[in-house]
């Protein structure tokens, strides 16, 4: 049984909101007395894990998913100013075109989701977005996916940018790939083993052809 389903991470995977992460987690964290976030720490922060950030930033691990939520609530009032990463709409249409359904699965709240898929009219293009603001969440998400589409595993590919991405779909046995230009750096992507990982949207069809082989 060959792959019928790609799902896709949002943030740094679809769309490019790095710059309006920072600043929504600057405004929190003067407000919290958390470290301000720099953007030359960027490329530093990329090649630590998720825990080791919060280390560094100076946010107790315990205060994480509080912190998500604030974002995420933050968030609404700036998604009109994300623009999907060069390539993705030309790529989500190729595999369209294959017959693959497509399907989203962040962290990041459904209705900000939508909107942004709105704006750029590939609302249409995704049969459904699954959402939780639990940073940790994703394979229960996958499970829960599978489970109610009668999916197996074999017909279902993650495609994500962080290493909780490529850990999560080893929890749950989906396979997985990583993309170099999200939030994790690739390096630490490549330690997490996912079973490929593309520098370039472009790649994404070809990989998917290789991995359902």
């Given amino acids: 049984m060959g792959v019928t389903n790609v799902v896709f991470d949002f943030d740094g995977t679809l769309v490019d909101s790095r710059a309006v ?24 922060l990329r090649g630590l894990s998720l825990r080791e950030r919060c280390t560094r ?16 609530k933050d968030y609404r009032g700036v998604v009109h100013e994300l623009a999907l990463h060069e390539g993705i709409v030309e790529v989500l249409q190729r595999l369209r075109e294959r017959g693959l359904r497509l399907s989203i699965l962040s962290t990041n709240d459904e209705a900000n989701i939508r909107a942004v898929l709105e704006r750029h009219g590939l609302a249409d293009w995704v049969a459904g977005i699954h959402s939780s603001n639990r940073v940790f969440g994703k394979a229960r998400l996958l499970r829960g996916l599978m489970k109610r589409d009668g999916l197996s595993r074999e017909e279902l590919v993650y495609v994500g940018d962080e290493c909780r991405d490529v850990e999560a ?13 999200g939030y994790d750096a690739p390096a630490l992507l490549e330690r997490a083993g996912p079973d490929a990982l593309v520098e370039h949207p472009a790649e994404l069809p070809a990989c998917l052809e290789r991995l359902a082989a």
């Fill in 21 to 44: 992460a920072i600043r929504i987690y600057n405004t929190i964290a003067e407000r919290e007395g958390y470290a301000l976030l720099k953007a030359e720490q960027l490329e530093e």
């Fill in 57 to 72: 930033m100076g946010v107790s691990p315990l205060r994480l998913p509080g912190l998500v939520t604030r974002v995420l």
């Fill in 169 to 181: 779909c080893k929890e749950a046995g989906v396979r997985v790939i990583a993309v170099r230009w």
